[in-house]
């Protein structure tokens, strides 16, 4: 059974910060470039954040550039998402997935047909 589980979700006020991590079970992701994406009530699923599968290259939405960091690490089998100033906009289901073209994130990274395994989603909420 191949499946990526993320966690650290929660509520958190304006302005605080999160971590999301997510963790690979049935397969190592040293392979793969991950993508972080996000759901909002009412709203598509779009693409957040994405890392290459050495760590050496990263994309990020406009809406979140300087707010987020995305990271790996790959002796840990792990992807994590931090995730500072969060603003109320940023509630949402967040999932994280690998990329089909496994090594590179390539100009279509925020694109859901890129991703081939998609975890279950983390619920991340900002309210005051």
């Known amino acids: 059974q191949l499946q990526l589980v993320e966690s650290g979700g929660g509520l958190m006020q304006p302005g605080g910060s999160l971590r999301l991590s997510c963790a690979a079970s049935?397969?190592?992701?040293?392979?793969?470039?991950i993508g972080w994406f996000r759901q909002a009530p009412g709203k598509e699923r779009e693409g957040v954040s994405c890392i290459s599968s050495s760590g050496s290259s990263t994309n990020y939405a406009d809406s979140v550039k300087g707010r987020f960091t995305i990271s790996r690490d790959n002796a840990k089998n792990m992807v994590y998402l931090q995730m500072n100033s969060l603003k109320p906009e940023d509630t949402a289901i967040y999932y994280c997935?690998?990329?089909?073209?496994?090594?590179?994130?390539?100009?279509?990274?925020?694109?859901?047909?890129?991703?081939?395994?998609w975890g279950q989603g983390t619920q991340v909420a900002v309210s005051s």
């Open positions: 997935a690998t990329n089909r073209r496994r090594a590179a994130c390539g100009s279509s990274w925020s694109e859901t047909q890129t991703f081939t395994t």
């Open positions: 049935g397969f190592t992701l040293d392979s793969y470039a």
